[in-house]
Structure formats: C-alpha cells, structure tokens
Nanobody
C-alpha cells in the first residue's frame, strides 16, 4: 500500500521555525496536487496549505498566511512546509496528503495520506 511519509516535526518555542517534509513513494506523485492538513486533539482536521502539481498555484488558510510557505520539488517527489513565526495555536499533528484531481481545501478528494508528524509550540 503506497503511503506518504512526513518528517520535521518537533517542539519549538513561540516565534521559532520548523520545516516539514513529505516524501512520496512514486514518480507519479509529481503530477498530483499536494496539501498539508493539521489536527489538534478534540478538533476537526483542518486544511493548512495546498499546492498544484506544477507549483503555480498555492492556497493557505487565513491563520497561516504570511508565516507558512508550501513548496515542492518534483524531481525529488517531495513537498515542504516552511513554518515561521510559530504560535501555540499551531500545535497539532500535521498530515501530508495527495490528490489525483484538483487542488482543493477539502480533505475529501485527497486519496493518499501520511501518518502525521507532531508539531508542538510552547509559549
């Protein structure tokens, strides 16, 4: 069963930075839209950022605009989420996902998911 693998999570102080990575197992993923989602305990899974297969289009949830940057390296079939100026409210498990269709904020079209990486921001 094909899966995505996230890495780069950890514990940081407020105002710090982390870079999350998402490695895809097959070359075909370079043609998929990719997204980052997060889920805090007791809360719904939330869209954070997304990027089209070409990298030409990106979406961000309002709470992370200006602080987070999504990017991809299709040669490495890897997607990144650069997280700057982190806040305690960013604390969650972050998931990488891939869609064979179009870039969307909804988690429903995303067929492939990783297991998640924990991000904890202390105040």
């Amino acid at each position: 069963q094909v899966q995505l693998v996230e890495s780069g999570g950890g514990l940081v102080q407020a105002g710090g930075s982390l870079r999350l990575s998402c490695a895809a197992p097959e070359r075909t993923f370079s043609r998929y839209a990719m997204g980052w989602f997060r889920q805090a305990p007791g809360k719904e899974r939330e869209f954070v950022a997304g990027i089209s297969w070409s990298g030409a289009t990106t979406y961000y949830t309002d709470s992370v605009k200006g602080r987070f940057t999504i990017s991809r390296d299709n040669a490495k079939i890897t997607v990144y989420l650069q997280m700057n100026s982190l806040k305690p409210e960013d604390t969650a498990v972050y998931y990488c996902a891939a869609s064979e269709a179009v870039l969307t904020r909804s988690p429903r079209p995303y067929r492939y998911w990783g297991q998640g990486t924990q991000v904890t921001v202390s105040s």
